[in-house]
């Protein structure tokens, strides 16, 4: 796992408290009534430095991203001490993206001048529905109107701000989603998040066996969704992700283009290189007060250590590049694989893909097509040989 320079680190901490547990949500969240948020933050701070041990030769943190459960909950002093910690240990590049996210309900506005004032330049809005009906049905605990103002007070504090919309709900028809989506189109400055129900093993819709809208429905309103947000200026850079140029989310185009980033904080995932160029795969310890009760211990709280045997790191990076509308660039797969992207797949199943318009290869990338974006988990399956 190559780490060239200028692709740099990214840093995720996570925050895994909620004021409620959404239905749909599979995330490592927790409902506290009493969150311990100064030892967190220490810990944090302290868990950064145990990484930045082994990953400070790669560079400065190109971006820094809270995520969670409801990161917004916690004090703006909190995340400053934090984003100062990474600055301190890696220092931060020029024009460093620093993403928290936020969910309407926790949306004040001097709570986000101070989050502003801590070094946070963009916040992603978990808004979800702006259908009260349907608000409710996904357990939010805001309605249209406050997830809107939230929406103008972000678009007056952040040069950058994001929110997520789910669709393919149970019922939800073509014409309804075009007056929802449309409405959101008018509040989106630069990056749109539109992502598909689907019912996650663990979730308490799996257990109610709640319903997602089926097949047909599902690319039907897909469809509809590319055409709306191209129309507004809108690029599908990934499956689920929309911007207009320049406003894609610097931190997860590291995750799906295979660069460096490390994470803290519990349930985090890291992927960062060895000092012998493979890839290490890390994730912290689950559960909030093991996790902890590590880190205060013996200074991080690292569950789980693995390399990754080259076999794996190449179809990690395949699963991942294909998800973006640039597909696969075949020199920077070589570049951090040792190995040409076409070694890795079934060409019979490549040649069939791509005569049927779901893949198109050149002598530059292997990309899908916005037809192969629709089946990916299939196509997925058919190009990796079988084991």
Sequence with gaps: MTSRAHEGLAVYVHWPYCLANCPYC?????????????????????????????TGRLGHARTIFFGGGTPSLMSPE????????????????????????????????????????????????????????????????HSAAEALRALETAAAIFPRFSFDLIYARPGQTVAGWRRELGRALRFARGHLSLYQLTIEPGTLFHRDRVLAADEDAAADLFEATQEMTRAAGLHPYEISNHAKPGAECRHNLIYWRGGCYVGVGPGAHGRMASSDGTAVATHQIHDPAGWLAAVEKV???????????????????????LRLSEGVGRARFRAQTGTDVLAVVDRAALMRLT????????????????????????ILASLLPAR
Excluded: M
Aim: net charge positive; proline share 2%.
């Design 26 to 54: 599979d995330f490592n969240s927790h409902v506290a009534e009493a969150v311990p948020e100064g030892r967190w933050r220490d810990a944090v701070v302290r868990e950064l430095a145990h990484y930045h041990a082994e």
């Design 78 to 141: 909190s995340a400053g001490a934090i984003v100062h910690a990474v600055k301190r240990l890696w220092g931060l590049a020029d024009h460093a993206e620093i993403t928290l996210e936020a969910n309407p309900t926790s949306v004040e506005a001097k709570k986000f001048e101070g989050f502003r004032r801590a070094g946070i330049n963009r916040v992603s809005i978990g808004v979800q529905a702006l259908d009260d009906e349907a608000l409710r049905f996904l357990g939010r605990k």
């Design 299 to 321: 200074g991080h709280g690292t569950g789980k250590r693995q390399r990754l045997t080259p076999e794996k790191r190449r179809e990690e990076l395949l699963l991942a590049s």
């Design 355 to 378: 005569d049927g318009g779901f893949l198109e290869c050149d002598e530059h990338r292997l990309r899908a097509t916005a037809a192969g974006r629709q089946r990916l988990n299939a």
